[in-house]
């Protein structure tokens, strides 16, 4: 069993800056990681990726060169670090894990509470 505790988000002006957590309990040595986020009246969407070792990483085209995502699996914990965030950007963010490297929300099996990001223009 996974759990999964997310933390950060907030409010924040245009252009500016945050970071997500995601702290795991329970074994996520063998899971691939990921970020995704829901806007009001829209659909869950694919946000970032990464695997155990880090070795392998991807984003949405929206977010690149802008978020970066990494983990520390010494704290069992995940980050999104988030740049020249746009009004855009603005969604309830959710960490994820799942046992294949996916981009569907659907294939990931445990999930976090959810926080909201908003980003004023």
């Known amino acids: 069993q996974v759990q999964l505790v997310q933390s950060g988000g907030g409010l924040v002006q245009a252009g500016g800056s945050l970071r997500l957590s995601c702290a795991a309990s329970?074994?996520?040595?063998?899971?691939?990681m990921g970020w995704f986020r829901q806007a009001l009246g829209k659909e869950r969407e694919f946000v970032a990726v990464?695997?155990?070792?880090?070795?392998?990483?991807s984003y949405a085209e929206s977010v690149k060169g802008r978020f970066t995502i990494s983990r520390d699996n010494a704290k069992n914990t995940m980050y999104l670090q988030m740049n020249t965030l746009k009004p855009e950007d603005t969604a309830v963010y959710y960490c994820?894990?799942?046992?294949?490297?996916?981009?569907?929300?659907?294939?990931?099996?445990?999930w976090g509470q959810g926080t909201q990001v908003t980003v004023s223009s």
């Open positions: 994820a894990a799942s046992n294949i490297r996916t981009y569907a929300y659907s294939d990931y099996t445990y």
């Open positions: 329970g074994r996520t040595s063998s899971y691939y």
């Open positions: 990464i695997s155990w070792s880090g070795g392998s990483i």
